[in-house]
């Protein structure tokens, strides 16, 4: 689904580089994303980190792989979908980040 994430940045190029909500961006960049993801697969959705809902991952998002309804599981991938986020150079990117994210988990859209 890399594609989708390169399509919203073509779109939206001004989103990505200012997606780096810790120093006043927006969330703009990932709500286009998820959603733009979900009009695929409703099981794309925000990734909270280490299991904690008030923290979602700033630049990573979520797949509910598992059986059941969609909504708060640990069953899923997480996926980085921005490459030097916070840099000066951010891109579109598709990187499994789900090993490292021990305890992740994602939540239904919206954010």
């Given at each position: 689904?890399?594609h989708?994430?390169?399509?919203?940045?073509?779109?939206?190029p001004e989103?990505?580089?200012?997606?780096?909500?810790?120093?006043?961006?927006?969330w703009?960049?990932?709500?286009?994303?998820?959603?733009?993801?979900?009009?695929?697969?409703?099981?794309?959705?925000?990734?909270?980190?280490?299991?904690?809902?008030?923290?979602?991952?700033?630049d990573?998002?979520?797949?509910?792989?598992g059986?059941g309804?969609?909504g708060?599981?640990?069953e899923?991938?997480?996926v980085?979908?921005?490459?030097?986020h916070?840099g000066?150079?951010?891109?579109?990117?598709?990187i499994?980040v789900?090993?490292p994210?021990h305890g992740?988990?994602?939540?239904?859209?919206?954010?």
């Open positions: 689904m890399l989708v994430v390169e399509q919203v940045a073509r779109e939206h989103a990505l580089a200012h997606s780096c909500q810790s120093h006043g961006g927006s703009e960049f990932m709500d286009r994303v998820v959603a733009e993801l979900r009009r695929h697969d409703s099981r794309w959705a925000f990734n909270a980190k280490r299991g904690n809902y008030a923290d979602p991952s700033h990573a998002i979520f797949y509910h792989w059986a309804p969609d708060r599981t640990n899923g991938y997480v980085d979908i921005i490459v030097g916070c000066d150079n951010p891109a579109p990117g598709w499994d789900t090993e994210s992740a988990c994602g939540y239904l859209f919206p954010r």
